[in-house]
């Protein structure tokens, strides 16, 4: 998938979107659809980020959680968001998914529950009127704090929570109310839309989606590409900037793999999705200058898997290549 395509863009289109299936369900709450994906996407990351955490030089503490803002909301929709939640407050962040047994579980933090204040002090703002400002200020400023430190919440309703956190990747999750089959990356956050799940037979194969995001945040690409610099624009299709991109998409793809074995997800399922994936109709085949084609990729993901199951059936401890130095990018 493209790390590189905007994230504002995507974000943006959250205020005009319904959750996918919203008409054709004739669920009276589609958002409910919407927060089930959230749960399953906080239970992977949290997973992904805390069980390779040694393989990560750079570190953040996670929590377990996704965030939710009323803000997100247009009015006219936004009691009918908040009540798929449980939640009351009408403009208070809140947690809109918990990862089990992950630390805001153990706390004794619900689903819904309004965050009033955080270190003693009313949660950030956010730097402007874009919807999803608070909540990018909240992670940011939680992410930038010692991985293991202790978190003081007030959550309105069930009073003050102590929460322990655990070390782990950078990385924070999100999902987006689209209909569209992808996620992308930014380098600290993952955001899958909606649309994806269409296209995962299993929580192993959405690992497997989301693993490859987070690898581009934990080899840094995005930074990487900017400092080689790489055209983001037109000519990006062609020549160096092509050639990068793709090498990045080689790469993102091989460590996925270790990511998923390193959190006890199933190796092969990176290799599952992406055969049904890359032959998704109306995929966009711009791509083919940045991207490896999907039988390429099926070979170097079964590649990888072959690697992970040589080194366990050898009793060695699962180490990936490109961890400690990824080739540069020139
Ligand atoms: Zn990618």
Known sequence: M???ASILLAVLSLLTATPANAAASGDPSPYKALAALEARVAAI????????????????????????DPRLYAADRRPAALAAYGASHRDAPFVAAIAPTSPAAKAGMRVGAAVIGMQ??????????????????IEKMLAALPPTAPLVLDTGEIGALTLMPV??????????ASDRAAAVADGRMVLVHQGLAEFVRDDDELAAAIAHELAHNILRHRARLDAAGVDRGLGKQFGRSARLFKQTEIEADRLSVWLLAGADYDPGAAARFWQTFGQRPGRPMFQAATHPGWRDRVASLQAEAALIAAARAANQPLHPPLIDAPPPLE
Do not use: K, M, Y
């Open 120 to 137: 003693g002090r009313g949660p950030p703002e956010g730097a402007d009127a874009h919807p999803f400002a608070r909540i990018t200020a």
């Open 2 to 4: 493209h790390h590189h």
């Open 167 to 176: 070390a782990g990747c950078i990385s924070d999750f999100r999902v987006e």
């Open 45 to 68: 990351g949290f997973r992904l980020t805390t069980a390779n955490a040694a393989w990560c030089r750079v570190q953040q503490p996670q929590f377990g959680w996704i965030w939710g």
